[in-house]
């Protein structure tokens, strides 16, 4: 007697509206396309609450280490703000306010005791994508057929933060199957911009991205197998790591075609400020998680790494590439706007740009879509078919059934032609380093040809999957806002194909006026310590460092 | 008109044979079983090129450093030693004493004109197993269809050791397809032992173990997925590495199923001591292999964790696990009393010793073999079926082509399991630790079930595989040799199935007498530093630590 997806779809669903106390509940009838302001205005957060939940996070664990901020009143702020942030934005999958109470109390509890805290992270609530299992709670995916299966260990990075000392309380929102970058299932539909409901939020990590957009997290993690970290940091203008495989725990998370390992998915963090992102790096690598996940590199957090670009920036200069155009697809005037505007900003700051060519961009695109499709979409059609619920229509662009999976052999090929690509592009770099007598120390590019993106238009990810094919370290720079006054439309487009053609015709400067803009800033593979150290730079050069 | 591939075999074997020049042949006529000290006695080498040739690789870079050696001499003294060492073991696929002998000029050339090395090595020869590419060179890897196609480039550790000054002599020998532990291909046939011919120098780098072992090489560089680094090593009384994944770059280099990522093969070095092993990985890591082969981690030399190690092993002493079966296959007499005299030697010298319980060998070893077999041994029959060549016999049990290969789902399945089971195997490692109350540094077990082998009974790799798929550093250390007065046939010997019987079996103490017996120190991933540190500690304990 199985039931209607439906039913479980919509059970879940009141269980997740259910999990926000009454008093929490905030009318939404009258709202605008904007809720940015909602948290600030709509009369449910103190004002000591609002100004935790506009903290950094460094500034947070600092005041709950040295006792002048307690846990549970931290906890009591992000759970209010959030409890907001999905009734704005639809962008939790789980929420859980009662089990992060009851883990601050007992924080607040050992620190009273002993006079300490657990660990780095003592006291400060981390959102999590809803891939990252927490004993006790579901772990859907958005998949209607993991619904009811309840988790009965903590995944390796769950377990590690929990031991640092955070807090726990939401599961974000993704979209069926995590393989595109706007985030809609079947059980709660989908999740919209915080700065427009009429945007993605970005996807898959796009349940953190609008949660944390809005503050009703501070620090949230993601997942990036082709943009999911990227896309969503920077369509509602935030930083987020993308870090190279092997740097960051994965073990024991859900995932899409789970065993997949010619392109790995990675996890990393999404949140106001590279300082932010530092703080969780630094916390987690404390743990020592290769001593738990087989597949993470024994690599302390590398001071002298950070130092040594630190020095760089305030000494000799960085010497950076950039581009705009990967060749497939041109960027809308928004996005080229604001490479112009980084470019010329560490120029004038007296650091070196150069051309950087996009080599054999085009290619990678299409080895990773192939990567991404190696199985026809048979896992994802498997889950689906346990539950009956439909594929969401973005799947169909991606996995198409039609085709025929690969054969051990033509997988083996694919890896063998990944592996010399790789070469090659390092190779680019190192003749690079040799023309200009320096390193160059990492390249600016676009991460989507689009500002944030209305809904059902997100079509390439090749600014972004590129980079995952590299195993690159990529770190997201928020820049600017899409600006009708200053974007016009670009009328003498000559497109390069069909993608091309359509990506630039839906380009309209008055939908997009406000979008976020952002770059990432790509660094060579493990470079998390430089690339972050660049990119905090960057966002100091360009003025967006911190505030809201 | 394609000729028969035993006349292209046969050209092929004439043409290494005509390599080795008219005045370095020998009379090997009326050698015995063991040819070890036919290179002192046979009159070839002068008094000075025998103690260069008897010399650590680390006394020769010193004094190719500080001018008290050319690398012409060197070379020349290596060069002839090779020839002789191909004579009596058939260890070598390429042999080219001109093209050295050009290169240790230039160095030399380099020498006087600067006053300085190119680099760490300079001068050195280092011996090659056939599968490293080197610009000009062929490279068969014992198959006849690869006869006749010459290198363009070199493999990137190829051209890292050139940088570093290192002479290119010699290419060694290794089974055709590269998956067994003995050394036998159709073009030059069998390579033995220099002990004694009868036995095998093991596989698939057994050309290397052979030519190292009779001091033809002096660091030569292997393989191994499976044990093929660390078996030539045990049989032939030498030190090997196998590095983690990552650690040295494979990029470039011809291999068995390129382009097979689920477990990879390494690239390491095979010498004489552990001082050897460490001046190669140093003067490797200080090229930056990162920079040019992108699966290489970017994690230099980390001389702070070897100082750790040796600290350790003169103040509080090592903590080590060990155990002799792993519940597969027990091994020979000889090597249960090799275990035994590690651990008794360690424990009189006041480190801890405990048991460790082999986790799931059994499962790993299936697990590994499955994945050795994913394409059902289509890429070596498409391969052999270039040529016309037959299968060695040895390739049977490997890879069975009435199977069907693994489709993507079953791949990523065995994917997972391999990742879940990597992780059980660290949770087990850190309850030891749990329970001891500190650091297990490392743990001890053999590398074979048997001393160095006759020929064709080679049966079990888990020993050496079970490794491979925890992709952990691993370090041989020679022993002690079999003893017919003291190894006798278990005659209370009761099998667990029918593997076990067959391989003990085998174990005849007449046979087996006189061949060498190691063991392998088994680090966590990526811990060469102290993982060698370890394994030249236990050398000296055990009175091993170099000697010819």
């Not at 929102?173 to 299932?185: A, D, G, K, R, W």
């Not at 032609?417 to 600016?444: H, P, S, T, V």
Request: proline share 5%.
């Amino acid at each position: 007697m199985t039931k209607d997806w439906r039913e479980v779809a919509a059970a879940k669903k009141q269980r997740i509206n259910d999990s926000i106390p009454k008093e929490w509940l905030i009318d939404t009838s009258s709202l605008g396309a904007n809720v940015m302001d909602v948290p600030a205005t709509c009369g449910l957060l103190s004002k000591s609450e609002i100004n935790i939940t506009n903290s950094s996070a460094t500034d947070l664990v600092a005041k709950l280490a040295n006792g002048s901020l307690k846990a549970v009143d931290v906890t009591t702020a992000f759970c209010k703000r959030a409890a907001i942030s999905h009734q704005v934005t639809n962008c939790a999958l789980e929420f859980f306010p009662e089990m992060a109470l009851k883990q601050a109390k007992e924080l607040d509890e050992f620190y009273e005791k002993h006079g300490r805290t657990v660990g780095p992270l003592h006291g400060l609530p981390i959102s999590l994508k809803d891939q990252l299992r927490v004993k006790g709670l579901e772990t859907t995916m958005g998949y209607v057929s993991w619904i009811d299966k309840y988790d009965t260990e903590d995944s390796v990075l769950t377990a590690l933060l929990r031991k640092a000392g955070a807090v726990f309380y939401i599961k974000t929102s993704v979209p069926q199957s995590l393989m595109v970058c706007e985030t809609v299932n079947n059980i709660t539909g989908r999740s919209v911009n915080p700065r427009n409901k009429n945007w993605s939020p970005g996807g898959s990590s796009g349940g953190e991205g609008a949660n944390v957009g809005i503050r009703g997290g501070i620090i949230g993690v993601g997942t990036d197998i082709g943009g999911s970290i990227r896309v969503p940091s920077a369509f509602n203008f935030l930083y987020g790591l993308r870090p190279s495989h092997g740097r960051m725990p994965y073990g024991k998370m859900a995932n899409s075609m789970e065993g997949q390992e010619t392109v790995h998915s990675v996890v990393g963090p999404i949140a106001h400020s590279v300082p932010d992102l530092r703080l969780f790096v630094k916390s987690v690598l404390e743990q020592q998680p290769w001593k738990h996940d087989s597949k993470v590199i024994p690599m302390p957090w590398r001071q002298s790494e950070h130092d040594a670009a630190v020095q760089k920036i305030q000494g000799e200069k960085l010497t950076l590439g950039f581009f705009n155009n990967d060749g497939v697809v041109m960027p809308h005037p928004p996005i080229l706007r604001g490479v112009d505007k980084v470019v010329s900003t560490l120029r004038e700051n007296g650091h070196t740009l150069v051309d950087w060519k996009p080599y054999k961009h085009d290619y990678a695109v299409d080895l990773i879509q192939g990567i991404y499709a190696s199985d026809a979409g048979k896992d994802i059609h498997t889950v689906l078919s346990e539950s009956g619920e439909p594929a969401i229509p973005n799947i169909n662009d991606l996995v198409d059934p039609t085709r025929s999976g690969a054969d051990i052999t033509t997988l083996w090929n694919v890896q063998l032609q990944k592996w010399k690509f790789q070469m090659e592009y390092l190779e680019k770099w190192n003749e690079m380093e040799e023309k200009l007598g320096k390193e160059m120390d990492a390249f600016i590019m676009p991460i989507t040809p689009t500002a944030a993106i209305r809904h059902n238009q997100f079509r390439y990810y090749g600014y972004a999957s590129a980079i995952n094919l590299l195993d690159f370290t990529s770190v997201v720079v928020p820049v600017t806002f899409a600006d009708k006054g200053l974007d016009k439309k670009n009328e003498r487009f000559k497109p390069m194909n069909d993608m091309d053609k359509q990506v630039q015709g839906e380009y309209d400067a008055e939908a997009y006026h406000g979008a976020p803009v952002a770059v990432q800033i790509v660094g060579r593979r493990l470079t998390e310590e430089k690339t972050m150290a660049i990119a905090e730079e960057i966002g100091r050069l360009l003025g967006n460092a911190i505030t809201q």
